[in-house]
Nanobody, 123 residues
Framework: QVHMVESGGGLVQAGGSLRLSCAAS????????MGWYRQAPGKQRELVAD???????SYVDSVKGRFTIARDNAKNTAYLQMNSLKPEDTAVYYC?????????????????WGQGTQVTVSS
C-alpha cells in the first residue's frame, strides 16, 4: 500500500510564491518518476512538471522559468517551487508517483496519486 500526501497549497497574490510538497509512504521498493499535475475548473488535468529517477526534469511551457521541481530521494518526497505566480496558475495541484512495490508475485510498477492541494492566485 502506497500513500501520497501533498501539502503547501493556499492563497497567494499574483507575483508571489508557494512551495508544494508530496511525500510518498508505504511499501516502496523504488520510485521511477514523480510529477506534478494541475486541473483548473472546466479544464483537463495537465502535466506541469516531471522528474525522473535519473534526475532529468521537464516542464509545460507555461511554467518554464517560474516553477522548479525537485526530489529528495531519501525521503521519497517531491517538491514544486512556484515563483512569479499568475492567476492562470490557479488550480488543484496533484502529485503522481510511478512507484515500484514488492508484491508476492514480484516487483510491480503502478501510478499513485495524491488527494490534491488547492492553489489560488489572486490578481
Amino acid at each position: 500500500q502506497v500513500h501520497m500526501v501533498e501539502s503547501g497549497g493556499g492563497l497567494v497574490q499574483a507575483g508571489g510564491s508557494l512551495r508544494l510538497s508530496c511525500a510518498a509512504s508505504g511499501t516502496i521498493f523504488s520510485i521511477n518518476a514523480m510529477g506534478w499535475y494541475r486541473q483548473a475548473p472546466g479544464k483537463q488535468r495537465e502535466l506541469v512538471a516531471d522528474s525522473t529517477s535519473y534526475g532529468s526534469t521537464s516542464y509545460v511551457d507555461s511554467v518554464k522559468g517560474r516553477f522548479t521541481i525537485a526530489r529528495d530521494n531519501a525521503k521519497n518526497t517531491a517538491y514544486l517551487q512556484m515563483n512569479s505566480l499568475k492567476p492562470e496558475d490557479t488550480a488543484v495541484y496533484y502529485c503522481k508517483g510511478e512507484i515500484v512495490t514488492r508484491q508476492t508475485v514480484g516487483l510491480m510498477t503502478d501510478n499513485y496519486w495524491g488527494q490534491g492541494t488547492q492553489v489560488t492566485v489572486s490578481s
